[in-house]
């Protein structure tokens, strides 16, 4: 089992394997298949990342 499986399998497992996380893993896992660099998978890591926070927060702000 490749180590970022290990994590979500853990993850997963004590209930902490959040969407915004299990995207994260599923990102690295792709960009190292596909042979991007560590710097574009942090891109599009931190994309997943700002895009889920932006959505919680909208989520979490003022009702009408």
Partial sequence: MS???LLL?????????T???V????AIK???????TDAEIQEDSMRIAL???AITEEDMGPQP
Avoid at 9 to 17: H, P, R, S
Avoid at 30 to 36: D, L, Y
């Fill in 19 to 21: 969407p915004a996380i």
């Fill in 51 to 53: 895009e889920t926070r």
């Fill in 3 to 5: 180590s970022l499986a």
């Fill in 30 to 36: 792709s960009g190292r298949e596909a042979g991007k």
């Fill in 23 to 26: 995207a994260i893993i599923g």
């Fill in 9 to 17: 399998d853990i993850l997963t497992k004590a209930n902490l394997a």
